[in-house]
């Protein structure tokens, strides 16, 4: 660390204790130098996650966004919070995992709709009618047909 009064590029750490925060480290330092005494903190440096949108515009990842889509998708459904909060977790983790720390909404929404599909296939039609925004009956009624299909095989 280089000292703030005499710039020279060593010191020593005399007593280090956590912020009343919890937030920092606060590190008091004294030069080897001229013997001088300053205060650092250290702190995790915090890179948000980002989420694409269909539209290109970046926006922080915020997983209450993404729990309250599945709560309105498998509203009055026996769908369990915990299993929710399971899937909203391995969002989260595709996300921190991704090596940009960036993600697609279109990924996302895949993602979750996969997985819908497999808890319950009346939350996944909620959900699918809303992100894959139908236009008309049809549209719907196309989903509904391909979710039969699979059903069947």
Known sequence: MKCPFCNHLHDKVVDSRESKEGDAIRRRR??????????????????????????????KFDRQKVLGGLLKACEK???????????????????????????STIDIGEYLMENLRELDKIAYVRFASVYRDFQDEQAFFNELKHLMRQKMS
């Open 30 to 59: 004294e030069c080897l130098e001229c013997t001088r005494r300053y205060t650092t903190y250290e702190r995790i440096d915090e890179v948000p996650y980002m989420v694409v949108k269909k539209d290109g515009r970046r926006e």
């Open 77 to 103: 459904r026996p769908v369990s919070m915990a299993k929710l909060s399971e899937l909203v977790n391995r969002v989260e983790y595709k996300v921190s995992d991704s090596p940009d720390r960036e993600i």
